[in-house]
């Protein structure tokens, strides 16, 4: 069985987290440059079986896109042409980074910390795999 890869895209940086081989488990594996990306996300499955791809898809209140899915868009098309045997999937990302900052709070990182964006963005790819992995087995179990 293959491990499920989210996206925490940004302009500068993007988060990535990573599941276990049987899919339980969302841990957050690096926050890598996003002109590296496509080229860590290659490597990366060189080594490990990848069976999906889990963007964060960036939506406003009223469930409309976000000016963020500009730059997503054309991200996926090349996530696609770059491994097209591994499905991409878009998952609804709001409040992704309001829950990490939170997460620090309540789990006492100091001020310093909890500014640092890379790790941010690492928590908010964990915090999308672990929804869409959840939201999953609920689907399953209906």
Excluded: W
Aim: overall charge positive; proline content about 4%.
């Amino acid at each position: 069985m293959g491990r499920i890869l989210a996206i925490d895209y940004g302009t500068k940086r993007t988060g990535i987290a990573v599941s276990d081989p049987a899919c339980i488990i969302a841990t957050g594996l690096q926050t890598v440059p996003t002109h590296t990306l496509l080229q860590f996300l290659q490597e990366y499955v060189s080594h490990e079986t990848v069976e999906l791809f889990v963007v964060g898809h960036p939506k406003q209140m009223d469930n409309t896109d976000s000016a963020n899915m500009r730059h997503i868009t054309p991200f996926v098309a090349s996530l696609k042409r770059k491994f097209p045997d591994i499905p991409v999937v878009l998952y609804d990302e709001r409040f992704t980074s309001v829950l990490a900052h939170k997460a620090l709070i309540e789990g006492g990182a100091k001020k310093k910390t909890r500014q640092d964006k890379a790790l941010i963005d690492n928590i908010s790819a964990t915090l999308i795999l672990t929804s869409y992995m959840e939201q999953q087995r609920n689907l399953r179990n209906k």
